[in-house]
Structures are given as C-alpha cells and as structure tokens.
C-alpha cells in the first residue's frame, strides 16, 4: 500500500533543504566578509607589504567592494589624507590589477581620482595619473551611485560628483589639487571653473559664451556658482567682479538652500567669512533644513575661529 504525502510534509521538507543549504553558504559569505575587512585594514594602516599578502591569498578582492560600493583604491582615495604610505599602497593595488578608473558601486559614481582631489593629495594624484586615470572622467550621474562623503544633502552630492576631479578639486577649495590637475592636461571648460582658478580671461571668454545660450535666471544662477567657487579658492579679485556683475552675494546656493556664508561657516575659513561679511553678507539668515544661520551653523561644527568673526557682525 502507496502512502500519500500530505502537502504540508512537503512544504517542511523543501523548507528544510533550503535552511540547510542557507547554512552551508554562509560560512563561506562570513570568510569572504573578512577577507575583505582584513584587506581594508591593511589599506587602511598603510601597510603594503600586508595588502598584497592578502590579495595573493584572495585575488578577487581586487575587484570586491564595500557595503557602500567602494573599491579597496576608493577606500585609499577617501579624505582625509591621513593614511600613512599612500601612494605605495595605491601602487600595490594598481600593480595587482585594481582598476584605476573604477565606479563605485561599478556604475557612474566617481572614480578614486575625483577621490584623491577631494583629499587633497597631490601625490597620490600623481601616482593614479601615472598609470593612466582619467583626468577628464565625469563622476556621479544616477543617484544610487553617489557616496555621501562630507557633502550636505544627496542633491548637491550629485552636483559636486557629477563634474570632473578638477571640478571636486576646487569645490572644496584644493586649489594646489587643481592646478596640478591643469598642469597636467584637465580642461578648464566651464566658467566655474576658470573662476576658481582666478583666470578671468578664461572665465570672460567661456561666460561670453555661455551667456548667449541661458535665461537671465539661469545665468544668475551659474554667476553665483562662479562666485562660490572663487571664493572656495580665495581668489577675491575676480569675487569682486563678480559682485559688480551683480551677484547676489546672499544668494541661495544648491547645498541645502545655504547661502555662501553658511557654507563657509561650515567650512571653517574665517578669512573667507570676513570678506564676504565686508561685502554685504547678512549673518542673521536662515537656511537649510534646520533653519541656521550661520553663526549656529558655524558652532554646530565646532569652528570657534569662524564663529568669533560672525559674533562681531550681529
């Protein structure tokens, strides 16, 4: 006599084979999790003798990535610039096949140069151009590619990633960054550009340009970014002409709504901050998502210096 399976004896059965099968694979995504994590602390330390230790015993960490879609040459990259025997660690990895010009998450995101720009570290800039990074590699385009490393919002993430490392570079007022960057062949082709830079030949040839291209909105808009980026650079000759084109220096910048004093005050420069304070900067706007002015701003991150001069402007 032929007994039926009842269905639900089924159903635990195939259950059953699938947790045991879970069971078997995890170990080895547990071993494959700490490979990596070992092979992020040896990056880490700077300790190249150990990374390549590791990725000869587990090759294919050249290629893994992070919870968050770095590269084990994006791990090096990230500010700040702390991580003892860079440039031979990133020789390492290079040498052992990492990809130079890799994307986070493997997609559009920036590549471990725009990285290093924003580090601020002319010699590992010089290592990833000497063998072969793209100096005119435009970062982030899609929104699940974009890191959050120091930028306010996921908005101005994209916007700050999605240009070229020259572009990354003066964003965040690395101007040594980026004039090795031009020295060593990027394109100066947007009028930001030229304005952090300080080059107001440049920056007239390509605003005349653009200019006959843009509604007056738009143009008032691309003016301000010009002014923040002159700013992030210290060049106050061209701020200045900026200001007498007629930008509004309390102009709200695409960073969480900020005004540019907000932003310095984030930043921390106190000379930045009395220039634009003697240029007609109101310190006692609020913006962003919290509402601050700049003075909260400015002591929420703990930049006394910068906090001090916005106290004397109330």
Not at 21 to 43: E, M, Y
Not at 279 to 284: S, T
């Amino acid at each position: 006599m032929v007994t039926k399976t009842l269905p639900w004896t089924k159903t635990l059965l195939i259950m059953f084979i699938l947790l045991a099968l879970t069971a078997c694979q995890l170990p080895a995504r547990k071993s494959k999790g700490n490979d990596f994590s070992r092979a992020t602390a040896a990056v880490l330390n700077g300790d190249a003798g150990k990374v390549q230790q590791v990725l000869k015993q587990h090759p294919y960490l050249i290629n893994a990535r992070d919870v968050d879609g770095h590269s084990l040459l994006h791990i090096l990259a990230k500010p700040p610039a702390h991580i003892r025997n860079r440039t031979m660690v990133a020789e390492t990895l290079i040498n052992m096949g990492s990809p130079v010009d890799a994307r986070l998450n493997y997609q559009s995101g920036p590549t471990p140069l725009h990285l290093a720009a924003q580090s601020n570290d002319l010699e590992l800039i010089k290592t990833l151009l000497a063998h072969g990074a793209d100096i005119h590699a435009k970062g982030a385009t899609d929104k699940s590619t974009v890191p959050y490393l120091g930028v306010a919002s996921l908005e101005s993430s994209m916007s700050v990633y999605a240009g070229s490392p020259l572009s990354v570079a003066l964003h965040y007022g690395n101007t040594a960054s980026a004039r090795l960057l031009v020295e060593k062949g990027a394109h100066v082709d947007a009028p930001e550009l030229a304005a952090g830079l300080g080059n107001l030949d440049k920056f007239r040839e390509l605003t005349s340009i653009r200019g006959n291209r843009l509604s007056r909105v738009k143009t008032g808009l691309l003016y301000l970014k010009c002014f923040n980026y002159a700013i992030f650079n210290q060049q106050y000759e061209l701020a200045d002409q900026l200001l007498l084109s007629g930008v509004n220096i309390n102009g709200h910048h695409e960073m969480d709504n900020f005004t540019l004093l907000h932003l310095v005050a984030q930043r921390g420069n106190s000379d930045m901050a009395r220039f634009l304070l003697q240029k007609g900067a109101d310190p006692k706007i609020r913006a962003g998502r919290n509402q601050l002015t700049p003075l909260e701003l400015a002591l929420r991150h703990n930049n006394t210096r910068v906090a001090n001069v916005l106290r004397g402007a109330r």
